[in-house]
C-alpha cells in the first residue's frame, strides 16, 4: 500500500473493509473445508477397497469358480454382468420412450404427475423393489435370474426415464421449431432432432442405470439368491458380486472376508471404467 | 427498388401469394392479434412492422400453422394461398411447413449435423436418400443464400462452428432446400452485427426474384431498404395487435394515409 493514500481518502481502507476482507478469507476456508469433507469419504471407500483388495487380485481369481483352487468369483461376475445387460435392454427402451412421452407428448398435468412419481421412485429403497419382486414375481419365475432382472429393471427404470426428459427439456425450443417449420412431422423433430441433440444425455442417464443395477444388493439377494453354479443361465438362482461381498463381509473367516474386498474391488473398477468411458464418449458434445 | 421492374414481368409478379381473411390468433383467452386482413403479392417483399409486442411475430407464426404449435394457441379467420385455405381441416400443416419456409430471429442450425447435413436436413428428416441429388441441393441451396464460397472447403464441419451471420445465411439455406414459394422471416437480423444484417438483406433482395418473402422487422430503415410493400401493425386498448394499413414501402413511409403510421414513422411513438 502507497503511503501517498491518507486514511481520510475516500478510497482507502477503513475498519470495516478490513474486517469485511477478512470475513471473506475466513468464508472461503469454510467452504473449501466442507467440500474437502464431501471428498473425503470417497477417497477413503477408494484407498480402503483397493488396500484391501488388490492382495488377491489375480487371474485365478477372475476366472476360477468358487469350487475351484483357489476358489474365484468368475460366477458372480457373469451373473451381475449377465442380470444388468439384461435389466439394461429392458429398461433403457422403456425409460427412454417414457421421458420422450413426458417431455414431448404428455400434457403439462400429465408430465408434472409422471415426474412426481418418478421422483418418488427414485426414493423408494432398493429393498422395496427386492420385495415386489419377491412376492410378485419369485412365485411365477421361482428364484431366478430373471426374477432378479425384473427388480432390477423397477430401479432402473425411473432413472434412465428421469434423465432422458430432463436432457431433452434442455434442448433448446429452438431447435425443435426449425425441426417443424421445414415440415419435418412432430414424431421425427421428436426422435432426430431433440432425441438426437440430448442423445449424449440419454446415454449417461443409462449409464447411470447400469451403474445402479451393478452395485444393487437387496433385489439381489431376494431373487437371485446366489449360487455356486458357473453356467450363465438367468431361469435358476444365479451369483452376483454384491451377493458375494454382501455373504463373505460377515464370515468369521479372514479368507472370505478378503474374497469380499477384492470382489468389491472389481466391482468398483468395472463401474468406474463404465463411468469414465461414457464421459470421455459424451465430453466433445454439446447441446448449443 | 423497383416494385415497376417485377410487374413487367409476365403474370406471376403481381398474382397474390398469400391472402389472410379476418385473421385473429388467440393464446388461451388472450386475442394477440385481431381482425387481420392482409394481400401478400408472389415475389415480392412484404415487411411486417410495428411496436413491440403489437403481434407481428405472432401474425409471421399464423402462416406456416407454427402459431399453434404453442400450447393453448389457435387461429381465427382463413389464409388462402392459391384460393385453398391451409385452416381449412382437411389440411396437413405438417404439408403446409413444406411449401413455406421460415427463418427465425436467433440463427438456430442444428447442432449435431455438419454445414451440409443442415442444408439438407428438411428433405433427409422427408425421407430423401438420393446421396448425389442431396448433394446437388446443398451446392445450389448455399449459393442461393450466398454462403457456398465461404463454406465450400467445410461443408463437413459443424453447422454451429460458423459466425452468427453465416448461421443465419445457412438457416436460409436449409429452408429454401425444401424448395418452398414462401419464405418467412421473423426479425432475421436482430441478433446479427451491422455488416452481417448488409449481407442478409442483400441476399433477401435477390431471393425476391424466386420466392415470396415475408419479413417481420423492429428497424424501419431495414423495411424500407429491402421491402416493397409494408404493412404497419400496432395495438389497441385490449392489447391485441391490429393492421392499421397497408401499401407500397415509399408511400407508406412518405404519405401513409393513417396518422398512426404517420406518427410511428416518424419516430413519434414505438
Known amino acids: 500500500m502507497s503511503g501517498r493514500v491518507g486514511a481520510s481518502h475516500p478510497f482507502a481502507l477503513s475498519a470495516r473493509d478490513l474486517r469485511r476482507r477478512r470475513l471473506n478469507r475466513m468464508m472461503r476456508l469454510v467452504i473449501a473445508a466442507t467440500t474437502a469433507l464431501a471428498i473425503l469419504p470417497l477417497v477413503g471407500i477408494t484407498v480402503l477397497i483397493v488396500s484391501n483388495g488388490v492382495g488377491r487380485l489375480t487371474p485365478e481369481f477372475l476366472f476360477n469358480g468358487p469350487l475351484g483352487s483357489p476358489p474365484g468369483i468368475v460366477n458372480a461376475i457373469q451373473g451381475s454382468l449377465a442380470m444388468t445387460f439384461v435389466a439394461t435392454l429392458i429398461s433403457a427402451p422403456i425409460g427412454i420412450a417414457g421421458g420422450v412421452y413426458l417431455n414431448e407428448y404428455a400434457s403439462p398435468r400429465v408430465t408434472a404427475l409422471g415426474e412426481y412419481l418418478i421422483d418418488v421412485m427414485l426414493g423408494v429403497p432398493s429393498i422395496l423393489a427386492g420385495l415386489f419382486a419377491y412376492l410378485a414375481i419369485v412365485p411365477l419365475l421361482g428364484f431366478s435370474g430373471w426374477s432378479a432382472t425384473i427388480a432390477l429393471s423397477v430401479l432402473m427404470i425411473p432413472v434412465v426415464m428421469r434423465t432422458t426428459q430432463e436432457v431433452m427439456r434442455l434442448v433448446p425450443a429452438g431447435l425443435r421449431e426449425a425441426s417443424l417449420a421445414l415440415g419435418v412431422s412432430s414424431w421425427k423433430t421428436s426422435v432426430f432432432i431433440v432425441g438426437r441433440t440430448a442423445f449424449s444425455g440419454i446415454l449417461t442417464g443409462v449409464v447411470l442405470a447400469i451403474s445402479r443395477g451393478l452395485g444393487e444388493t437387496a433385489p439381489l439377494l431376494m431373487t437371485a439368491l446366489g449360487s455356486n453354479d458357473e453356467a450363465i443361465n438367468l431361469g435358476a438362482p444365479m451369483s452376483a458380486m454384491p451377493i458375494v461381498i454382501y455373504n463373505n463381509a460377515g464370515s468369521s473367516d479372514p479368507q472370505m472376508v478378503a474374497e469380499a474386498w477384492t470382489t468389491a474391488l472389481v466391482l468398483f473398477a468395472i463401474a468406474l471404467v463404465l463411468n469414465v468411458a461414457v464421459r470421455f464418449k459424451t465430453v466433445n458434445s454439446r447441446i448449443a | ?270
Open chain 2, 1 to 270: 427498388m423497383s416494385a415497376k421492374s417485377r410487374t413487367e414481368k409476365p403474370a406471376k409478379g403481381s398474382a397474390t401469394a398469400l391472402s389472410l381473411k379476418s385473421l385473429s390468433a388467440y393464446y388461451g383467452s388472450f386475442r394477440a392479434v385481431k381482425d387481420v386482413s392482409l394481400e401478400v403479392a408472389a415475389q415480392s417483399v412484404t415487411a411486417l412492422i410495428g411496436p413491440s409486442g403489437c403481434g407481428k411475430s405472432t401474425l409471421i407464426r399464423t402462416i406456416n400453422r407454427m402459431h399453434e404449435t404453442t400450447t393453448g394457441a389457435r387461429v381465427e379467420g382463413t389464409i388462402e394461398i392459391e384460393g385453398v385455405d391451409i385452416y381449412d381441416p382437411q389440411i396437413d400443416p405438417v404439408r403446409v411447413r413444406r411449401s413455406i419456409g421460415m427463418v427465425f430471429q436467433k440463427p438456430n442450425p442444428f447442432p449435431t449435423m455438419s454445414i451440409a447435413q443442415n442444408v439438407v436436413s428438411g428433405l433427409r428428416l422427408a425421407g430423401q436418400t438420393n446421396k448425389a441429388a442431396l448433394a446437388a441441393i446443398v451446392e445450389d441451396s448455399l449459393r442461393k443464400a450466398a454462403l457456398w464460397d465461404e463454406v465450400k472447403d467445410k461443408l463437413n464441419q459443424p453447422g454451429t462452428s460458423l459466425s452468427g451471420g453465416q448461421q443465419q445465411r445457412l438457416c436460409i439455406a436449409r429452408a429454401i432446400a425444401v424448395k418452398p414459394e414462401i419464405i418467412l422471416m421473423d426479425e432475421p437480423c436482430s441478433a446479427l452485427d451491422p455488416i452481417a444484417t448488409l449481407k442478409i438483406e442483400e441476399l433477401i433482395r435477390t431471393l425476391r426474384e424466386e420466392y415470396t418473402i415475408v419479413i417481420v422487422t423492429h428497424n424501419m430503415q431495414q423495411a424500407s431498404r429491402v421491402s416493397d410493400t409494408t404493412a404497419f401493425m400496432t395495438m389497441g386498448e385490449d392489447r391485441a395487435g391490429y393492421l392499421v394499413e397497408s401499401g407500397p414501402t415509399p408511400k407508406m413511409f412518405t404519405a401513409p394515409e393513417q396518422r398512426l403510421t404517420e406518427d410511428y414513422v416518424a419516430g413519434r411513438f414505438g
